[in-house]
């Protein structure tokens, strides 16, 4: 089985490499990267004009199976992932049953190897039933082929129980990925909490309940000197403290989602309950620290924070719709558009954020279109515009952000493990 | 929209409206258990105007009313302006009184009948006469002038504008083309 | 001046010519209601549908005489509500009512938002008669339109709104309304009860009462509204009306005409003394009583907007 794409523009950041070059890839490998390529009578793909990079590794999904395949299922958000050029994700452990068990990480690696059209790599859940009490023993969900460990969705309160946690990670080398939350000081709220929220009469969510938490948790690392990871980072002050600690040489690496760096708190004003999502969509002037950390690289990732919520529980009234965005189909054009558009960062250094970094943060050996590595190439037309549409959305679920957005680079070709994927 | 003829001038419209006030007096005998009610708008300066004249004659005050017909409109689907409301201005009362309701052009007699219906709620007057400035036609309802400063025979295609001094800077009725 | 909106959602989206165009109307509303047949057939034949998701005496029962006096029929829903009830959603509601051709959808929702969100599935009029902690634009319609026939004008008056401002969403119809005449607005509680960025709305920020009613020509007193949030939002009640109550005392001290509003329902003793509630400064019945007039002029305005449009 070999195929061969000529002719396009090859990024990958990993090897430095951005020129026109071919690539081949046989069996599933990459084997050659050089001018003119030619093996005839293979699969060929013309992609001059084209960017030819390693598909994404999108490090923050729902794919909601088992439990509410009504949202989603294996098979369609890994479907939805291939349209949006991502070839591996992480899928979180808040399904029903949450992926606190041995037992449980078993039947979802099942699911996967049957359903699956892409690279699912599993999450396991910190504490049992994520309900931040009891540890669910680390050694035993990494022997079911865990990659990282996290309670998203919940926060770890306790913070012996998250020492523990953070040393038996570190002890397995595991990535530990924080969601920075103070519930108490988030009380119940439902945005941020300002101008905008005092407006509409809806409960506010503190930027303290975010950054507080951040910094404590930085601080729990840095006294172990264990590796940990924030996701999806929305206020400047989370920002600073990582920045701060990266300073220190503390091992913390963190992602921020497309909707934080390109939508502000001013997109509620009609009570749209595709902009609610957790952490809440905060002012413009985060949305420029978050963009300016991705530039400077205090944010290493991008990651989707991919979260299917059906029209029952989005069609209603704001303050009873459910937190969370899809966000797999739009990752990497909604990053183009606002980030390479506009020159915050190159294509280079965009595909190291969504694609090269995700992978090394999970050790994984994604993201890269080295010799030797797994062909999960992504082929993508970087000019072409296209609008965001709910019938041609492909995820079970519609509750997008960017419904009626125009956005810039359409994914032409995912392909995985040296096979094409997408088209389907 | 093009002007075909003037009809009246102030001097005419003065005479009609004098002549107008003699017939009212006449008829109901002298001016007292009279009162006089406009419609909005030029029904009302046409009432106030009439109640001078009897007061020329008479010597005696009668009381003068406005109507605001908007809320009481069957057409209001089908107009393509959106109407004002305005005040309805009535501080008498209007049980066994004699009403002369006062309007400027006479046409279908949808406004005169929003008129009634909306008197009525006012209470039980004894009579309502009706005087216009000028009769033109086209009636679609049973409703007819007791008294009529001018009757000018007119097609669908025209239209009566009566311009009064109050409103429109000088007294005159023509008739326009649509 | 024209009204084009299909829906009244709430002041901060009118401008300053439509809500004086619906204080002019409702001038002329207010006649009629004097008269000795209150009822004038202008909505004859339209349905106003009142539909309540929290229970409310006073609001509904001026719209439903509103309406009744427009020659409207008046079909009153009252719904249990609990953040567990499992039921038909909103929208589904809002589309039965329509399907029974009504033509006008009052509501009432504890949730901030509700009324937009039924105005954007719906082509009915929706009208909000308080949603949440958002708006509660006709109260504030109501508390205006009798400002100005108090004192003759709203520019350049002084108004004070004192109370639950965090959840009030009364005081948040009034900054807006009272702000785009040409009022100046300050809003005056306990520090826990000021919302952030209340200030940017365009109202001062005290928590000084006796500062905030030197020079005032109104104030409009907000009850403690228990029953929306954890009692350690609030603060304790006699420490509160010991510092903000507005007593016989406090007003001694302020202009001898300052008018006192309250949107009800009173709590005699918490926020208002009972002798100034009942003191020559109140105007808080002829709120009640100006209520019909405000709210039969955006029934009737709204129901104006569809026939334009259809």
């Known amino acids: 089985m070999k195929l061969l794409i000529k002719g396009g523009r090859v990024i990958d950041p990993a090897n430095n490499i951005d020129e026109v070059l071919d690539i081949l890839a046989e069996d599933g490998n990459i084997t050659r990267l050089a001018k003119d390529i030619d093996v005839p009578g293979e699969q060929t793909i013309e992609a001059a004009g084209k960017i030819v990079m390693p598909a994404l590794v999108d490090m923050h999904v729902h794919l909601r199976e088992p439990g509410r395949e009504d949202k989603e299922t294996i098979k369609s958000g890994t479907l939805a992932a291939l349209k949006g050029g991502v070839a591996s994700v992480l899928v979180m452990p808040n399904t029903e049953p949450a992926m606190d068990s041995a037992e449980n990480i078993r039947m979802l690696t099942g ?62 080398r595991l990535p530990a990925i924080c969601h920075c939350e103070d519930r108490k000081l988030s009380n119940k709220g439902v945005m941020n909490s300002g101008l905008i929220s005092t407006r509409l009469g809806l409960r506010g969510i503190s930027r303290e309940s975010e950054y507080k938490r951040v910094e404590r948790d930085v601080s729990l690392a840095e006294r172990i000197s264990s590796p940990i990871h924030i996701t999806h980072l929305s206020c400047k002050e989370s920002v600073e403290i990582i920045a701060r600690a990266k300073k220190k040489a503390v091992k913390v690496t963190c992602d921020s989602a497309p909707h934080y760096f390109s939508l502000s708190e001013e997109a509620l004003l009609d009570y749209d309950t595709n902009m609610k999502m ?61 980030l390479v558009e506009t020159g915050i960062l190159s294509f280079s250094e965009l595909i190291k954020r969504a694609a090269l970094n995700p992978a090394k943060i999970l050790k994984i050996n994604k993201g890269t279109l080295s010799i030797g590595a797994d062909a999960d190439i992504a082929i993508i037309d970087p000019y072409k515009q296209w609008t965001v549409r709910k019938e041609e959305i492909v995820s079970r679920s519609k509750n997008s952000s960017f419904l009626g957005r125009q956005l810039k680079g359409v994914v032409e070709y995912t392909i995985v493990n040296g096979k094409i994927a997408y088209p389907f | 929209m093009q002007e075909k003829a003037k009809l009246l001038d102030v001097e005419t419209i003065a005479r009609s409206l004098m002549r107008i006030a003699h017939e009212i007096l006449e008829h109901n005998r002298g001016s007292q258990n009279l009162a006089i009610v406009g419609i909005r708008s030029r029904g009302a300066h046409l009432a106030r105007r009439l109640a001078e004249c009897i007061k020329k004659i008479d010597n005696k005050e009668i009381p003068v009313g406005i109507l605001d017909i908007t809320l009481y409109r069957d057409d209001l689907t089908l107009l393509a302006a959106q109407p ?27 406004t005169i009948r929003c008129a009634l219906s909306e008197l009525i709620d006012f209470g039980r007057p004894k009579s309502i006469q009706l005087a216009v400035l000028v009769d033109r036609g086209h009636r679609e309802l049973p409703i007819r002038a007791d008294y009529v400063g001018k009757n000018i025979p007119t097609s669908q295609d025209e239209m009566v504008e009566v311009h009064l001094a109050e409103v429109d800077g000088k007294d005159e009725v023509v008739i326009v083309e649509r | 001046m024209l009204w084009t909106k299909k829906d009244l959602l709430g002041l901060e989206y009118l401008s300053k010519e439509e809500i004086e165009l619906i204080l002019e109307t409702a001038e002329s509303f207010k006649e009629v209601t004097t008269r000795e047949i209150k009822k004038v057939p202008a909505l004859r034949g339209k349905t106003v549908v009142n539909l309540f998701y929290e229970p409310s005496t006073r609001t509904r029962v001026s719209f439903e005489v509103a309406a009744k006096r427009l020659s409207a029929d008046v079909i009153n829903i009252a719904v249990e509500t609990s953040s567990v009830r ?10 039965n009512i329509q399907a029974l051709k009504a033509d006008i959808l009052v509501v009432r929702h504890n949730c901030s938002g509700a009324p937009a969100l039924l105005a954007r599935s719906l082509a009915i009029n929706v009208v909000n008669a308080g949603d949440g902690w958002h708006e509660h634009p006709t109260q504030a319609l109501l508390d205006i339109f009798t400002l100005k026939e108090k004192l003759g004008r709203i520019e350049g008056l002084r108004v004070v709104i004192v109370g639950d401002i965090a959840h009030s969403r009364v005081c948040r119809s009034n900054i807006w309304g009272l702000s785009k005449l040409g009022a100046k607005v300050t809003v005056c509680a306990p520090e826990m009860l000021i919302p952030p960025g209340i200030g940017e709305m365009g109202a001062a920020v005290t928590c000084d009462i006796d500062e905030a009613l030197k020079d005032a020509d109104a104030v409009n007193v907000l009850r403690m509204q228990f029953e929306r949030d954890e009692p350690t939002a609030f603060p304790e009640q006699l420490e509160y009306f010991k510092n903000y109550g507005i007593t016989e005392e406090r007003l001694k001290r302020v202009k001898r005409n300052i008018i006192v509003m309250h949107p009800g329902p009173i709590n005699r003793g918490v926020e208002i003394a009972s002798v100034v509630a009942d003191g020559q400064n109140s105007v808080i ?24 449009k259809g």
Do not use: W
């Open chain 1, 111 to 172: 699911l996967i190897k049957n359903s699956s059209y892409a690279n699912v790599y599993i999450c396991g859940a910190i504490t049992k039933g994520r309900y931040g009490k009891e540890l669910t023993g680390i050694a035993k969900l990494k022997n079911e082929g865990v990659v990282a460990i996290s309670d998203d969705g919940a926060a770890v309160d306790n913070e012996e129980l998250l020492l523990k946690a953070l040393l038996e990670a570190k002890e397995h």
């Open chain 1, 278 to 338: 957790n952490p809440p969509l905060r002012t413009k002037e985060d949305v420029t620290a978050i963009k300016q950390a991705l530039k400077d690289g205090t944010i290493d990732a991008i990651a989707s924070d991919h979260a299917p919520q059906t029209i029952n529980e989005k069609e209603i009234e704001f303050e009873r719709a459910e937190f969370g965005v899809i966000g797999l189909e739009t990752l990497l054009s909604v990053s183009i558009t606002e």
């Open chain 2, 84 to 110: 004002v409301v305005h005040k309805t201005e009535i501080n008498f009362d209007i049980q066994d009184k004699n009403i002369i309701l006062v309007d400027d052009v006479l046409y279908t007699g949808r």
């Open chain 3, 86 to 95: 499992k039921g038909e959603t909103l929208i589904d509601t809002g589309k």
């Open chain 3, 285 to 308: 019945l002829e709120q009640v009583t100006n209520g019909i007039a405000v709210r039969m002029a955006v029934l009737f305005l709204v129901a104006q907007a569809n026939e334009a």
